[in-house]
């Protein structure tokens, strides 16, 4: 046995300019208004047969235009309801609930009076239909919950109820394009959301500081949130993108400069901020359950974040997401063989994650005895004007 050779290591192929990428490589996806997609490689993913398919990814916003021709066919349907006989069939709490809820309105029509929420659901899950634009998960289903008003704005009670509605009614993901000050009523329901296994992706706000606003904040202590700051085509965060500084918050970067996606009316605009990043993170959530529906949120977190091998220039996040990456993981591959994660680097990530997390876990009880009924909620996009 001591005779047999050692292997020579100069006998090894030149490594592949791609090597760590999982999957092939295809060409980019449409044009111009596609940048989104082909930066965080969805067309690699859809390329594999992993669209979102099966999976309801709940929109908590200002509603949704559900006669969309790019969102029509892909809106959540109650199974449980008849619609318009004025009795709650599947006993959820709802009447005639078939395809979500208006908690601004208190009825069963969660259409969108302001554009944000239609925008948010069209990065998911607009159409594969060769014009317009393309969601990242376009197989994916949407379940429209109304909270804010026509103005963007929404009560703490509305926005944890909403994310509630969502968790009973099946949502596989719930995004959430909003945000505010630290608020109880908001925590438990997301706390619920991780009880019952829902995974919650949160914009990260675009105050340009140096910390997220809530909900997002509280992916410090809640293993199912995930917070989302916005970057360019050109791979800088945005200016107006609020890092993670001392919050400890578990944060990554998406696209969130000039989207372009779905509005009211059968119409298309581009947006800007963390609004529109979010969407793109929980699309890729819907990729990786997908292709993994036995994914729990923690590991759905966990491989999204240490997918994220996109270098963004400015950031202190965990890097700009990669779906090709994610989803490789999300079926099963190791540390080892996609991305270049280290032993090291994971174990520095644990760490910082601890202390942060009793930070925050100090700051919440400084802050939970504040009342929370008056709390205003505000959506987290629009910046860059309707197009
Ligand atoms: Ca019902």
């Not at 199974?79 to 599947?90: L, S």
């Not at 509630?164 to 099946?170: F, I, P, T």
């Not at 280290?342 to 644990?350: D, E, G, L, Q, W």
């Amino acid at each position: 046995e001591l005779d047999r050779p050692l292997p020579d290591p100069t006998s090894d192929p030149a490594p592949d300019p791609g090597a760590d990428e999982p999957f092939r490589d295809v060409d980019d996806f449409g044009g111009a208004n596609d940048w989104n997609v082909n930066s965080i490689n969805a067309p690699e993913v859809w390329a594999e047969g992993y669209t979102g398919e099966g999976v309801v990814v709940a929109v908590v916003d200002t509603g949704v235009d559900a006669s969309h021709r790019e969102l029509s066919s892909s809106i959540w349907v109650n199974q449980g309801e008849i619609a318009g006989n004025g009795i709650d069939d599947d006993v959820n709490g709802f009447v005639d609930d078939t395809w979500g809820w208006d908690f601004v309105a208190g009825d069963n029509s969660p259409t969108d009076l302001n554009g944000h929420g239609t925008h948010v659901a069209g990065t998911i899950a607009a159409a594969n239909n060769g014009y317009g634009a393309t969601g990242v998960a376009f197989d994916a289903t949407i379940m429209p919950v109304r909270v804010l008003d026509t103005s963007g704005t929404g009560s703490s009670y509305d926005v944890a109820a909403g994310i509630r509605y969502a968790v009973d009614n099946g949502a596989d993901v719930i995004t959430v394009s909003l945000g505010g000050s630290y608020n109880s009523t908001l925590r438990a329901a997301l706390s619920y959301a991780e009880q019952q296994g829902v995974f919650v992706v949160a914009a990260a706000g675009n105050e340009a500081d140096a910390t997220p606003g809530y909900p997002a904040a509280f992916s410090a202590s809640l293993t199912n949130v995930l917070s989302v700051g916005a970057h360019d085509s050109a791979g800088a965060v945005a200016w107006f993108s609020n890092g993670v500084g001392g919050s400890g918050a578990v944060q990554v970067d998406a696209p969130g400069v000039n989207i372009y996606s779905t509005l009211p009316g059968n119409r298309y605009g581009y947006l800007s901020g963390s609004s529109m990043a979010a969407p793109h993170v929980a699309g890729l959530a819907a990729l990786a359950l997908s292709a993994n529906p036995g994914l729990a949120p923690e590991a759905l977190r966990t491989l999204i974040v240490d997918g994220a091998d996109r270098s963004i220039a400015g950031t202190d996040s965990s890097g700009g997401v990669n779906s090709a990456v994610a989803v490789a993981r999300a079926l099963g591959y190791t540390a080892t063989t996609v991305g270049q994660t280290s032993a090291a680097s994971a174990v520095a990530t644990f760490n910082g994650s601890s202390a942060a997390r009793l930070a925050a876990d100090h700051v919440f009880s400084e802050l939970g005895q504040v009342p929370d009924a008056t709390r205003r909620f505000r959506l987290f996009g629009g910046l860059g004007g309707l197009g």
